[in-house]
């Protein structure tokens, strides 16, 4: 089975190519982690490594909140028992924007398929794919409909779960930045796996993106977020041709209709939403998401 984090392959991530400047003020760049992906903060400051530090803490909390392989973390403990009391709010936030997203691609992006990727996991590391009836008994737990959530607490029928990696890593890349605007800060960016820009590059210009995708197109970034997606970017089988990427519809991972789908929007969480249902969608269902979320622009979308 080839089955790894959605943000560590080529396929989607995107690259930084910082042009030459004449100015004399350096480029200071951490490295880490967030949800398992590859995370960087760029920016140019006298105290970076202490901001940087503050948003390593910060993405160290929110992995306790969202994380689906720590145990302890909030999400791990509502999928496990199926009821969370006292929510932390980050987690509730990051459920309104979902709820958000599900209305505006029509339902395609949907969280409590969560069953079905464990079971198309574990099906593949057992040689073959899930049995029909395996999907339709995965299914029937229940969808986003059946989700209850308030301030008090959250609860999901017995066998439902919930993923939110289709949306978390864009919500902690906006959680950072907040973090550093209220520092004062102004022209950094953020790399959780998906992209938040504040501001432009301090050496000059906007923030250069370059795709990882066959034309390899460059996308110029500015107090806006960028997400990429691909529904073979994952994939399950030694074939590479079950991807990660699981239509709630029919309970099948996404067709290979597109090869890479990049979205800028204002807020990261949103656009990496989008680009994550997108992959379920046909030109002209992608036309009419794009037009439901404003300031939602579809900037790639390459056919495979």
Not at 275 to 303: D, F, N, R, W, Y
Request: aromatic share 6%; with cysteine.
């Amino acid at each position: 089975m080839t089955l790894s984090r959605r943000r560590f392959l080529s396929i989607s991530a995107a690259t930084l190519a910082f042009a030459p400047s004449a100015q004399a003020t350096p480029l200071y760049r951490w490295q880490g982690t967030a949800l398992g992906a590859r995370a960087t903060i760029t920016l140019s400051h006298p105290a970076a490594e202490r901001i940087t530090e503050s948003a390593r803490a910060e993405i160290e909390r929110l992995e306790q909140v969202f994380s689906l392989y720590r145990a302890t973390s909030a999400l791990s403990q509502l999928n496990a028992t199926g009821h969370l009391d006292a929510p932390p709010f980050e987690l509730l936030d990051c459920l309104s924007l979902a709820a958000a997203a599900h209305r505006a691609t029509a339902g395609l992006f949907d969280p409590s398929v969560q069953p079905l990727w464990d079971l198309y996991a574990r099906s593949y590391s057992a040689g073959h794919a899930p049995a029909e009836a395996d999907i339709a008994t995965a299914r029937a737990y229940g969808t986003w409909a059946d989700l209850r959530y308030d301030a008090d607490a959250i609860s999901l029928r017995p066998g439902m779960a919930l993923t939110l990696n289709g949306i978390a890593q864009g919500y902690i890349a906006d959680r950072i930045a907040h973090l550093l605007q209220a520092e004062g800060l102004s022209e950094i960016l953020i790399d959780t796996g998906e992209l938040r820009a504040l501001g432009g590059n301090p050496q000059g210009g906007d923030w250069p993106v370059t795709l990882d995708a066959p034309d390899r197109p460059q996308i110029a970034l500015r107090d806006r977020a960028l997400a990429s997606s691909a529904p073979l970017g994952t994939v399950f089988d030694a074939d590479a041709t079950a991807g990660h990427i699981l239509d709630p519809r029919t309970g099948k991972p996404a067709t290979a209709r597109w090869h890479l789908i990049s979205v800028t929007a204002e807020s990261a969480a949103i656009a990496d939403a989008l680009s994550t249902a997108m992959c379920l969608m046909s030109p002209e269902e992608i036309a009419t998401t794009q037009a439901a979320i404003a300031g939602a622009k579809v900037v790639h979308l390459a056919s495979a």
